[in-house]
C-alpha cells in the first residue's frame, strides 16, 4: 500500500489553506449526499439490457477499501443476476485473485505479450462473477506504459459478449497506469475514508481525472464509517473543497460501514457478500448495488480518449 500523496505536490497553496479551514466544518449536506440514500434498491428485478458500464473503483490512497468495494460490488451484482466483469487493474501487486481464492494460470501481461486473448483470461468467482487477473510478483507489469495501458483497455473491445458492469479495481497512488484506467470507464468509484490523508489523496486524484484526463463526475464511496451521518459528512468535506477549486460533479453514491465480517472473508479468501449476507457490510453492499443500478446510460466515448468498449476511438496525442 503506498502512503499519503505528498500533499504539497498534488494541491496549490491556495487549496490547501482553504481546504485545512473548510475540512472539518458542518453545514447544511449537499443536496448529491441525499440521491443515493433515497434511491431504492431495485435489484429485485430483471436488468434491462443495456451498454456495458465500466466503473472504475478509485481513491487514490493505499488501503482504503477499492479491492473490497470492487470485489462485494461486484459479487452483489453477480448475485443479482448481472453479468459483471471484474479487471484488477492494480498490475503487479494485483489481488483480486487471491481475495477470491482463485488461482489464475495467466494473467494481463500474457495478454501483452500477445500469447493469449482477454476471453482466456477469465477465471470465474461465485456466483459467476468474471475476474480478469491482473497478475503479482512481476516488476515489468507494475511499470508498464500508456501504450500497454491503452493495449489492455481496447483489448475490451474483443470481447463476444460485453458484460453488464466492468468494474475496475485500480491501484494507489496517481500513477498513469490508475488515470489511464479511471479515465476510460464510465463512472469513477472514489473510496473514501475519514482520514486526512484518504480526503486529500482523494481529492488530489480527482483534480488530476478533471485537470488532465477531462473526468467531470465522480461517485463517492464512504467506507469504514460508524453511521450514516459520518457517511455524508465525510462527503460533505470532500464535496467542499472540489466544488470550490475543480469543475467536477461528486455525488454521494453510498456508504460501507466497518465491520470485522469483511477481514474475516478475507481471511478466508471469500467476499461477504457470499459468506455472511445478512452482515452490516453486505446489506451495504446490496444497497450500494441497488443505487449503482439505478444510474442512466453510461455516455460513450468520444474520439479523443482511449475508453473501455470505445471502438476504435483515436488515442489522444501523446499516449
Ligand atoms: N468496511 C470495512 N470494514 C473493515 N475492514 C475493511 C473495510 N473495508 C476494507 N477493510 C479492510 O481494509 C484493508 C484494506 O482493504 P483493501 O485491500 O480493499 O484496500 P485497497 O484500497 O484496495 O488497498 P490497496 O491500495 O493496497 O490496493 C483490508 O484488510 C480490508 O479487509
Ligand atoms: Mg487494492
Known amino acids: 500500500m503506498s502512503g499519503a500523496i505528498a500533499m504539497n505536490q498534488a494541491w496549490g497553496l491556495k487549496d490547501m489553506l482553504s481546504a485545512m479551514t473548510g475540512l472539518g466544518t458542518q453545514g447544511a449536506p449537499p443536496p448529491q449526499a441525499h440521491q443515493a440514500a433515497t434511491q431504492a434498491a431495485t435489484l429485485g428485478v430483471p436488468a434491462p439490457r443495456r451498454p456495458c458500464r465500466a466503473i472504475a473503483v478509485a481513491g487514490g490512497k493505499g488501503g482504503v477499501g477499492k479491492t473490497t468495494v470492487a470485489v462485494n460490488l461486484g ?10 466483469m471484474l479487471l484488477d487493474a492494480d498490475m503487479g501487486l494485483a489481488n483480486v485473485d487471491v481475495l477470491l481464492g482463485l488461482v489464475p494460470a495467466r494473467h494481463l501481461g500474457h495478454l501483452l505479450d500477445g500469447s493469449c486473448g482477454i476471453e ?6 461465485p456466483h459467476g462473477l468474471k475476474v480478469i487477473p491482473g497478475g503479482s510478483g512481476a516488476r515489468r507489469l507494475a ?4 501504450g500497454e495501458h491503452a493495449a489492455v483497455i481496447r483489448a475490451f473491445d474483443e470481447l463476444a459478449q460485453p458484460p453488464d458492469y466492468l468494474l475496475v479495481d485500480t491501484a494507489a497512488g496517481l500513477s498513469d497506469n490508475v488515470a489511464m484506467f479511471a479515465a476510460a470507464a464510465d463512472e469513477v468509484v472514489l473510496v473514501v475514508c475519514d482520514e486526512p490523508a484518504s480526503l486529500t489523496d482523494a481529492y488530489a486524484l480527482v483534480k488530476v481525472l478533471s485537470r488532465d484526463f477531462g473526468v467531470r463526475r465522480f461517485r463517492m464511496v464512504a467506507n469504514m464509517v460508524r453511521n450514516a451521518g459520518e457517511a455524508r459528512a465525510l462527503h460533505q468535506k470532500l464535496a467542499r473543497v ?3 477549486f475543480l469543475d467536477v460533479v461528486l455525488d454521494f453514491a453510498g456508504l460501507v460501514p466497518h465491520d470485522e465480517r469483511l477481514r474475516q472473508a478475507i481471511r478466508r479468501q471469500g467476499a461477504v457478500v457470499d459468506l455472511w449476507p445478512s452482515s452490516r457490510s453486505a446489506q451495504a453492499f446490496k444497497q450500494l448495488a441497488g443505487a449503482v443500478d439505478t444510474w442512466g ?8 480518449r482511449i475508453a473501455f468498449f470505445g471502438g476504435q476511438a483515436a488515442p489522444v496525442a501523446g499516449w
Open 75 to 84: 459479487m452483489t451484482l453477480a448475485m443479482a443476476g448481472r453479468d459483471v
Open 297 to 304: 446510460e453510461p455516455a460513450r466515448a468520444g474520439l479523443d
Open 242 to 244: 472540489s466544488d470550490r
Open 120 to 125: 482466456d483470461l477469465v477465471l470465474t468467482a
Open 143 to 146: 511499470q508498464l506504459g500508456n
